[in-house]
């Protein structure tokens, strides 16, 4: 199936009824989940190459599409949502099959058409430690990290989390080192008053009012996962790795210090009123990063990773933080898609936050 077009906001029925039929042939699988698997696959009408998020379901009875229910369908819309922007892959289509095996014939396989990334940023971290044996350099610390957050902004912008953000669902392009957000699977919708499920996010990057039960959390979640991201990219490992929950906690205090009273209300105001002893204090930021991190980027990580998730940098403003300057200030060809905005992105930026963000150089055509 055809992909729809960049920008298109649409409901999964509406989206996916306009797509032109495809045929598809498997290459190999590219990983494996909960959720099901993810295949290489062949365009046979056009050559590209794909990738096929496949995930069985059950039919509920009626027209098939109207039928997508829980995260498959929460996947679909948001995907057809947020189609256009350069740092969220791109749905390319959807079908449903049978079962391979046909034993139930009210089961169905959900198969999400993809743009083809050749690798993640998880793959790459692996490859920095255990190949290269040294840590990523700076310089694309910056730029993953920079696309991260504007991918954040963009989603957040729309009213959407994504609430499982970790370098297995970042796609990055190895000629080009574009990064996109993927896996929508578990992503929200902000709605006010809506109680939310607390067990989300990978443990090693789940936000502190996660683990302390919030069914009202908000975006910051995100914010807090990206903290977790831009950690790992300067250490080349994870940042906080509890083997469970509550250890998750203990080694974020670790870190961070211990949280206030103040904290653990703003994390979740339903915990009952608790005194953590001994009183930890924080560790210098440089410290923790082995003192391999430039200032900058210590201060970036302060910003995001904080107990109060109010308190925690929004994505523009952490976008214009002087950890990115470096990108801004030399004009380069490869760096000008990093500031190609659209115009949603900055609907809520004043005059003086745009020149912030995009360099003067911008203003002259590419050569």
Known sequence: MAAPGPGSRKRPAEGLAELEPRTYTCQRILGKGSFGLVYQAEVQETGEVVAVKSTRMKKAGGEAWMQLNGESEREVQVLLELNGHPNVVNLRGAFLSAPADGKDEQEYTLNLVLEYMSDTLHRVLKHYMNVRRKNMDQYYVQLYQYQLLRAVGFIHGLGIMHCD??????????????????????AKRLHVGRTLASYVCSRYYRAPELILGSTTYG?????????????????????????????????????????TPEDLKAMNSCYPRYAFTPSVPPLAWDKVFKHTASKDACELA?????????????????????????LRSEEKLEHRPLFEFLPEELLWCSAAEKERLVPKWMEAPAS
């Open 219 to 259: 975006t910051s979640v995100d914010l807090w996962s990206a903290g977790c991201v831009l950690g790992e990219m300067i250490l080349g490992q994870p940042l906080f790795t509890g083997g469970d929950g509550i250890d998750q906690l203990v080694q974020i205090i670790k870190v961070i210090g211990t949280p």
């Open 302 to 326: 302060g910003h995001l990773l904080k107990f109060d998730p109010a308190s925690r940098l929004p994505p523009l403003y952490c976008l214009m933080h002087r950890f990115f300057n470096a």
């Open 165 to 186: 953000i970790k370098p297995q669902n970042l796609l990055l392009d190895g000629r080009t080192h574009t990064l996109k957000m993927a896996d929508f699977g578990t």
